[in-house]
């Protein structure tokens, strides 16, 4: 069954890190896109840092220079490591794959998505 399960979200205050896990399973995920996507309440989902099979990151504005997407092929988990995190980057966070080529934020693109994990960040 194809699945895309998160972990490794919390509470951190202002200034603290967190490394999201996603982890891949069912699919031939090393040939999809993977994107991280996050919605805060009252919010649209929006994309945050996404990598290819090749491992070419792209990233939000942001979180330029802040956050940082791998992927791990051996255990087929993708990691957002996130550092000075801010109280704007509480959400909930997800990923998501993508059979499309390309680097793309629609939704509808996005052929499997995980159920999340929440990031509280306080000031």
């Known amino acids: 069954q194809e699945r895309l399960v998160e972990s490794g979200g919390g509470s951190v205050q202002a200034g603290g890190s967190l490394r999201l896990s996603c982890a891949a399973g069912?699919?031939?995920?090393?040939?999809?896109?993977m994107t991280w996507f996050r919605q805060a309440p009252g919010k649209e989902r929006e994309g945050v840092a996404a990598?290819?099979?090749?491992?070419?990151?792209n990233y939000a504005d942001s979180v330029q220079g802040r956050f940082n997407v791998t992927l791990d092929k051996d255990k087929n988990t993708m990691y957002l490591q996130m550092n000075n995190l801010k109280p704007e980057d509480t959400a909930m966070y997800y990923c998501?794959?993508?059979?499309?080529?390309?680097?793309?934020?629609?939704?509808?693109?996005?052929?499997?998505w995980g159920q999340g994990t929440q990031v509280t960040v306080s000031s």
């Open positions: 069912g699919f031939p995920w090393s040939h999809y896109r």
């Open positions: 998501a794959a993508t059979s499309r080529t390309g680097f793309t934020s629609v939704l509808g693109d996005y052929n499997y």
């Open positions: 990598i290819d099979s090749d491992a070419h990151p």
